[in-house]
């Protein structure tokens, strides 16, 4: 069957698993971030809690998707669950790292300054450092959420939702009627739905980093 002729009679299917897709991503990307901030605000401030965070962001990022999938879906059983649980965890490890970089990157005189004024440690973490380290944390989660979107295929191992079911699929039927079609179209929507979320991230960025840090 001719490539866009698979795709428009499949349209309905992968416009609804592209949007379960995005969805999946978004969602556990939110929830990573405020989780990474949260952690990497009680980390910053020593030695040790940096060192701490980097070595856990460092041995994190190696666990290989597949297996950490399956150990969660041994404990969890297959579905939603396991997928989010997966995808808020390696979505957690590069934006943990950013935040630790980019609040220990704020200038300690201004800081000073800060408290000499008359600002408490929360006012000045929440008015001064956290704007200041902004755009360095807003860059862990684009390359998160780019991360995230290749990962999230791997859930229709355990039965998650999004376009991964599509490349499975393809590949269990290889040599088989649309099988190579399957594995393009999840592969070309996949890529797609990357470029859009990195594009809406880009833009956010900018909207949300004080102006004269912009670049």
Same mark, same amino acid.
């Given at each position: 069957?001719?490539?866009?002729?698979?795709?428009?009679?499949?349209?309905?299917?992968?416009?609804?698993?592209?949007?379960?897709? &995005?969805?999946?991503? #978004?969602? %556990? /990307?939110?929830?990573? @971030?405020?989780?990474?901030?949260?952690?990497?605000?009680?980390?910053?401030?020593?030695?040790?809690?940096?060192?701490?965070?980097?070595? #856990?962001?460092?041995?994190?990022?190696?666990?290989?998707?597949? !297996?950490?999938?399956?150990?969660?879906?041994?404990?969890?059983?297959? =579905?939603?669950? +396991?997928?989010?649980?997966?995808?808020?965890?390696?979505?957690?490890?590069?934006?943990?790292?950013?935040? /630790?970089?980019?609040?220990?990157?704020?200038?300690?005189?201004?800081?000073? *300054?800060?408290?000499?004024?008359? &600002?408490? =440690? /929360?006012?000045?973490?929440?008015?001064?450092?956290?704007?200041?380290?902004? +755009?360095?944390?807003?860059?862990?989660?684009?390359?998160?959420?780019?991360?995230?979107?290749?990962? !999230?295929?791997?859930?229709?191992?355990?039965?998650? +939702?999004?376009?991964?079911?599509?490349?499975?699929?393809?590949?269990?039927?290889?040599?088989? !009627?649309?099988?190579?079609? *399957?594995?393009?179209?999840?592969?070309?929507?996949?890529?797609?739905?990357?470029?859009?979320?990195?594009?809406?991230?880009?833009?956010? @960025?900018?909207? %949300?980093?004080?102006?004269?840090?912009?670049?």
């Amino acid at each position: 069957m001719d490539f866009i002729e698979f795709v428009r009679e499949r349209w309905s299917v992968l416009s609804f698993l592209a949007y379960q897709h &995005m969805s999946l991503v #978004v969602q %556990t /990307l939110l929830l990573a @971030t405020a989780l990474a901030v949260i952690v990497g605000v009680l980390l910053y401030r020593s030695k040790w809690g940096r060192t701490l965070g980097d070595s #856990v962001t460092s041995v994190g990022l190696t666990v290989p998707s597949y !297996a950490l999938l399956g150990v969660l879906v041994g404990i969890f059983g297959v =579905g939603v669950l +396991p997928s989010v649980i997966m995808l808020v965890f390696f979505g957690f490890l590069p934006i943990l790292r950013n935040v /630790l970089v980019g609040l220990h990157g704020v200038d300690r005189t201004l800081v000073e *300054s800060a408290r000499a004024m008359g &600002m408490g =440690g /929360l006012t000045t973490l929440l008015r001064l450092e956290l704007p200041l380290a902004w +755009p360095v944390i807003m860059t862990g989660v684009r390359v998160s959420a780019q991360m995230l979107m290749g990962i !999230a295929a791997i859930a229709a191992f355990a039965l998650g +939702p999004g376009l991964g079911g599509y490349i499975f699929s393809g590949i269990s039927r290889m040599g088989g !009627a649309n099988a190579t079609n *399957s594995i393009v179209v999840a592969t070309v929507g996949i890529l797609l739905l990357a470029v859009i979320l990195d594009t809406v991230l880009n833009v956010l @960025t900018r909207l %949300t980093t004080p102006r004269g840090l912009r670049v």
